[in-house]
């Protein structure tokens, strides 16, 4: 595994842990031998009592109420959502935990790393002297993007970027999931309003709650809450998220995010504006080519990287009219690098500084 091997055994909560991340996180501890003795798996009331497997034993999911669930905790991996987290993150912290959480509630306190291993992990020394005892994952967009993002940087100087995101289902948890393969078969069974009526296809199905419109056979080109600037809280996130990761508080972001019918993956199209001219393709892929959990391919998709640990970059182009901007397309998905995997990255990042 694990930069983490050769430290003492931990005892570990996962908070969350039978949701769509959650999954992953316990299937992660596994797989990479993440040093616990012992795990806590927490949900709320309605997935008490089910039974999850963890190194050959089962065990029971406890309640994320009860008073003393986090007794004893070493390290709680928290993706139970922001009310949860804000709520339950203190309580672990004062019972001796120090909290990995997933969910955007901590991810702009200045007491709070935000971290992408890869990119900033060295972040987590604010944990030594001050901070609240808790560390914050990305938004699963941000994370994608930050990797070839901060190689350029490295290498160019970078100053500002333009993103459109293509975010899969997967990114509103597994109930946007559900909703999405729940429009598929009635619409597919009527293919051929997809058309000659559109709307009338999408009349078939239930109207959405998850997405903001009906996701199958379709593009939605609004992903979370408008504010009166016609911008979105999700592109707020990759605006503030990406300037804080990269210690770039001056950073020009122009986002949009888009759902897309995809179950698992996150994909942007980035164009990329550094101080330092960038004079030949072969001098960008050099600068992106040995960075840590990055792989250039020539046009990686999302359904090809789901399931698999690395973040794509590809169709690198300098640009037509400028020669300090690059245009990239960046995919990775969302539920591991973009959440479970990077959690489980800055653990034993965690561990093997001993700062847990």
């Not at 508080?249 to 550094?274: F, I, K, Y």
Request: glycine content about 8%; hydrophobic content about 45%; proline content about 5%.
């Amino acid at each position: 595994m694990s930069a983490a091997a050769g430290t003492r055994r931990l005892r570990v909560a996962v908070v969350g842990a039978t949701g769509a991340v959650g999954q992953d996180l316990r299937r992660l501890l596994e797989v990479r031998d993440f040093p616990c003795d012992e795990v806590v798996f927490a949900a709320s009331a309605r997935s008490a009592g089910k039974v999850l497997p963890f190194r050959g034993q089962q065990v029971v999911v406890r309640d994320l109420d009860e008073a003393d669930v986090f007794d004893g905790v070493d390290l709680a991996l928290f993706s139970a959502g922001g009310g949860a987290s804000r709520e339950h993150a203190p309580r672990a912290v004062a019972a001796g935990a120090v909290v990995v959480d997933n969910s955007s509630a901590w991810r702009m306190d200045p007491e709070v790393p935000l971290v992408v291993t890869e990119v900033n992990a060295d972040a987590l020394e604010l944990l030594r002297t001050a901070g609240k005892g808790i560390v914050a994952n990305p938004n699963c967009t941000t994370m994608v993007a930050m990797l070839p993002l901060k190689a350029l940087h490295d290498a160019f100087g970078l100053v500002g970027f333009t993103a459109t995101s293509f975010q899969a289902a997967g990114g509103a948890g597994q109930k946007g999931i559900d909703e999405l393969e729940a429009q598929v078969g009635p619409m597919f069974a009527r293919r051929e309003l997809l058309r000659s009526d559109g709307k009338a296809a999408m009349n078939l199905v239930d109207p959405p709650k998850v997405h903001a419109d009906v996701l199958a056979f379709n593009v939605v080109p609004v992903l979370g809450t408008l504010d009166d600037h016609g911008y979105t809280d999700e592109e707020y996130k990759l605006q503030n998220e990406s300037r804080k990761i990269l210690s770039l508080p001056d950073l020009a972001v122009a986002p949009t995010c888009v759902r897309v019918p995809v179950m698992v993956g996150h994909a942007l199209q980035v164009r990329a504006v550094c101080t330092d001219p960038m004079r030949s393709l072969a001098d960008v892929i050099a600068s992106l080519d040995h960075f840590p959990g990055l792989v250039v391919e020539q046009a990686p998709t999302p359904l090809e990287w789901a399931g698999r640990d690395g973040v794509a970059v590809g169709r690198l182009r300098l640009d037509l009219t400028d020669p300090h901007a690059l245009n990239l397309w960046v995919t990775g998905d969302n539920l591991l690098k973009g959440a479970a995997l990077n959690t489980v990255q800055i653990a034993e990042e965690l561990a093997r500084r001993e700062l847990v």
